[in-house]
């Protein structure tokens, strides 16, 4: 009888204690609100938590656009943080977890509220010497994601990066969560990342909320008859049949980097040559607008979808486009480069949405201006007449 009860003791001793880069076997149960399995044993396992954090809008995506949460599938990392790691590499305790697919759901109504991300059960190493943050990005991929795009983040030299190839419907999103200094409800030292002891035994803990937000900006286009607009005849109407902007079409998005000085930069993955003239679509597929008979607009005319496309922040003043025009049976015409830009020369930013309207006249004369709309509201932009 005692041989067993001593048994029972070593095996409820090796539960407790875990070695740094091996996460603890899961009791039945999921715990407090912080995924503490069992609040009042000091040594239970915690369950990894995440929460998403709401985008503020309330419209359900139709199309590459995320203006809300709709059972989204995001890639997760949980990344040591701690001055000992140069990198990250498998085996030594540094990645928790490694390109996680993760899974928003959303209100059945598309209202937006603070989600949880539902990930495969994980639990923090039992060991608490290693301290974790929180990274994720949209849209996930992974050698075994359905979708066109298959290739998964790289892990190098302490950075996390993913290649974006872009047609303009896609929106890529990143957040992380940083965990805030809180006291030790033991004594000690404040504990400072995230890790199964700072769910235990901190004061105030809170699950990880990863803030996704949008890393490109957005461009709408809309055509309408210019002021001294006539009709030339039925075989002589006039169509906008596509418009081109001059933008980057493979971007480089930093999930984490160790040094945390590119946390989230996105940039052109060949900055120097690398822009071309990318078409105006009308679906994900990437197929470009139908034609627009400006003879037969009412008001104003959609052309095309909305299309994402970089920004450079500060700098980006200013988009050069063109727009080809056709009346009746004859050739197909491109205006000379057209600039968009915004009133006072302001940039254009990233999460935010721009209208750009494109005036057209029976000589063929193109007149643009933009606004800015939602997905953040913003300052008118001026006119531009342009020949």
């Not at 369950?47 to 809300?68: E, N, Q, W």
């Not at 940039?347 to 007149?367: L, P, R, T």
Request: glycine share 10%; with cysteine; net charge negative.
């Amino acid at each position: 009888m005692k041989k067993n009860f001593l048994f029972v003791m070593a095996a409820a001793a090796m539960l407790a204690s875990c070695s740094k880069d091996a996460a603890v076997s899961e009791p039945a149960g999921n715990g407090n609100e912080n995924g503490v399995v069992d609040p009042t044993d000091p040594n239970s396992p915690v369950l990894v938590r995440l929460g998403a954090g709401g985008l503020g809008v309330d419209v359900t995506p139709t199309r590459g656009v995320v203006d809300s949460w709709n059972n989204t599938v995001v890639g997760i990392y949980a990344l040591a943080k701690d001055a000992d790691f140069t990198e990250w590499q498998a085996g030594d305790g540094s990645i928790l977890l490694e390109n996680e697919k993760g899974t928003i759901t959303g209100n059945p109504d598309g209202s937006v509220t603070k989600e949880a991300i539902n990930i495969a059960e994980k639990y923090y190493p039992g060991s608490n010497d290693i301290h974790y943050t929180f990274y994720g990005y949209y849209p996930y991929a992974a050698a075994d994601a359905e979708g066109n795009d298959k290739t998964p983040p790289t892990n190098a030299t302490g950075k996390v990066t993913k290649t974006f190839v872009i047609n303009g419907s896609q929106d890529i999103m990143w957040g992380n969560a940083v965990a805030a200094k809180i006291n030790n409800t033991a004594g000690g030292e404040q504990l400072d990342g995230y890790n199964a002891l700072y769910f235990r035994k901190g004061e105030g803990a809170a699950t990880p909320d990863i803030t996704f937000n949008h890393k490109l900006t957005q461009l709408n286009f809309k055509i309408k008859k210019a002021g001294e607009f006539s009709t030339a005849g039925p075989d002589k109407q006039l169509s906008v049949t596509k418009i081109e902007i001059n933008t980057f079409p493979s971007l480089d998005l930093t999930i984490a980097d160790k040094a945390e000085t590119d946390n989230g930069k996105i940039a052109p993955t060949d900055a120097m040559g690398g822009a071309a003239d990318i078409p105006v679509i009308k679906n994900d597929a990437g197929e470009a607008a139908d034609a627009v008979i400006v003879d037969n607009i009412d008001g104003e005319s959609a052309f095309g979808t909305s299309m994402m496309v970089y920004t450079a922040g500060e700098t980006q003043t200013t988009y050069s486009a063109k727009v080809y025009l056709k009346m009746g049976a004859d050739g197909e015409e491109v205006s000379s480069p057209i600039t968009i830009k915004l009133a006072e020369d302001a940039a254009f930013e990233a999460g935010k949405s721009y209208n750009v309207n494109i005036a057209v006249n029976s000589m063929m004369k193109v007149e643009v201006n933009a606004t800015l709309t939602k997905w953040q509201p913003g300052d008118d932009a001026e006119d531009i007449e342009i020949n």
